[in-house]
């Protein structure tokens, strides 16, 4: 009889348990130098798939160069800079997202709206490594990239200027 309970408590429990592991991305997913995003109360479930990854706090020197293009949001929730190619941003430290509705902002260390999805900007920095090599960002940041966000990295300064609005 334990044998039959047994059974029918796996085939209840067990979906639910690898349903829960395969949504793990709360707080107890993030590491303890990776602070917790800004998402205003109002945020819709687009707050709940936009990826901000970001450098780490100890970060303080950026290279020069600047790209130029559309801030988007993808399909996967990653922020990316399109111009004569598409770059995802791996933030400076203090930097956050903000979002309301469907509007999607991005916050400097002083909590000012330096841009948001649908702008053209120019964002200071330079070309990352590969995703497993971008050493000023944490593991599960660098996971993230690599399964979420594939292709080139940005790592950004905190000079963001807004060409063009949307």
Do not use: H
């Not at 793990?24 to 109360?41: C, L, R």
């Not at 950026?62 to 800079?81: N, T």
């Not at 930097?95 to 948001?116: K, T």
Request: proline letters at 7%.
């Amino acid at each position: 009889m334990s044998g039959v309970i047994l059974k029918a408590v796996l085939s209840l429990c067990l979906p639910c348990l690898v349903l829960v592991a395969a949504c793990d991305t709360g707080p107890a997913a993030k590491g303890a130098d990776d602070p917790e995003p800004t998402v205003s109360s109002t945020a819709s479930s687009i707050a709940l798939r936009v990826f901000f990854p970001r450098q780490k706090a100890w970060v303080n020197s950026y290279l020069m160069a600047l790209w130029r293009g559309e801030l988007i949001l993808d399909g996967e929730g990653c922020l990316r800079v399109r111009g004569d190619g598409s770059l995802v941003p791996v933030w400076p430290p203090g930097f956050g997202v903000e979002v309301s509705g469907e509007e999607v902002r991005i916050l400097n260390e002083r909590g000012r709206v330096v841009a948001r999805v649908g702008d053209e900007v120019e964002i200071g920095g330079g070309e990352a490594p590969p995703a497993e090599r971008i050493n000023v960002a944490d593991e599960r940041t660098r996971r993230e990239l690599r399964e979420r966000c594939p292709g080139q990295y940005w790592l950004a300064a905190p000079e963001v200027n807004v060409i063009r609005q949307r």
